[in-house]
């Protein structure tokens, strides 16, 4: 069983930065890959960012390559997603989730956090 609670949401304006944490707990943690997910309303839930916790590997959506990183805090249990240059369509729900393997589908992770929001004015 894993346990994650993000934090670090809020209110930015738009080009500025926020950092959120998922912070992680559970025996089994050290063997899964953590991803970041958001979802606005009436949309899709979309893929983020993961890292695995073992090797480091990291890999990016799309539409946040470049302004979004990825990185693990292993004496915390701690994964972090910084975010910088902010756009008015970053605005969603996010989630950090916990799977086997580090991959881009929702479907397979296996454990899920509240979420935190976070909301960019233009």
């Known amino acids: 069983q894993v346990q994650l609670v993000e934090s670090g949401g809020g209110l930015v304006q738009a080009g500025g930065s926020l950092r959120l944490s998922c912070a992680a707990s559970?025996?089994?943690?050290?063997?899964?890959?953590i991803g970041w997910f958001r979802q606005a309303p009436g949309k899709e839930r979309e893929f983020v960012a993961v890292?695995?916790?073992?090797?480091?590997?990291?890999i990016y959506g799309d539409s946040v390559k470049g302004r979004f990183t990825i990185s693990r805090d292993n004496a915390k249990n701690t994964v972090y997603l910084q975010m910088n240059s902010l756009k008015s369509e970053d605005t969603a729900v996010y989630y950090c989730?916990?799977?086997?393997?580090?991959?881009?589908?929702?479907?397979?992770?296996?454990?899920w956090g509240q979420g935190t929001q976070v909301t960019v004015s233009a």
């Open positions: 890292i695995n916790w073992k090797v480091g590997t990291r």
């Open positions: 559970g025996r089994t943690f050290s063997m899964y890959a």
């Open positions: 989730a916990a799977g086997r393997t580090a991959t881009m589908t929702p479907g397979e992770y296996n454990y």
